[in-house]
């Protein structure tokens, strides 16, 4: 399972973005069974404000299965239904943390969930 965490960069140190998931500048992309990061994606969608950047951002993530943050606009519902993608909303501050999180809960990662809180 992947997960793509929504990030900034501050010093060297990935930290979670502290508003809406889709503002922020990088997705880091995590492998949650080896904790290893796979890959970092530059957001091309962040400064863009429509109806349908949700449905973009669906299909530029369209290999993880999970959205990770801190913040979710309220296109959150519809990642479920529409894409069968699960938003996590995790309470950490750095990427280093919220791995660790995601690692330790993974029982409560339940792909029939619409929303996760860690």
Do not use: W
Not at 97 to 102: C, Q, R, S
Request: proline share 4%; with cysteine; aromatic share 12%.
């Amino acid at each position: 399972m992947k997960a793509a965490v929504a990030c900034y960069e501050s010093n060297g140190v990935y930290k979670l973005f502290p508003t809406e998931f889709g503002h922020a500048p990088i997705f880091v992309i995590v492998d949650l069974d080896t904790k290893q990061i796979v890959e970092k994606r530059e957001n091309p969608y962040k400064g863009e404000e429509s109806k349908d950047k949700f449905k973009k951002l669906a299909e530029y993530l369209k290999d993880v299965d999970y959205f990770v943050g801190k913040q979710f606009g309220t296109s959150v519902l519809k990642l479920r239904p529409m894409f069968n993608k699960i938003p996590v909303v995790v309470n950490a501050e750095t990427l280093e943390e919220a791995i660790e999180k995601l690692s330790n809960s993974k029982d409560k990662l339940n792909l029939d969930s619409y929303v996760i809180l860690l």
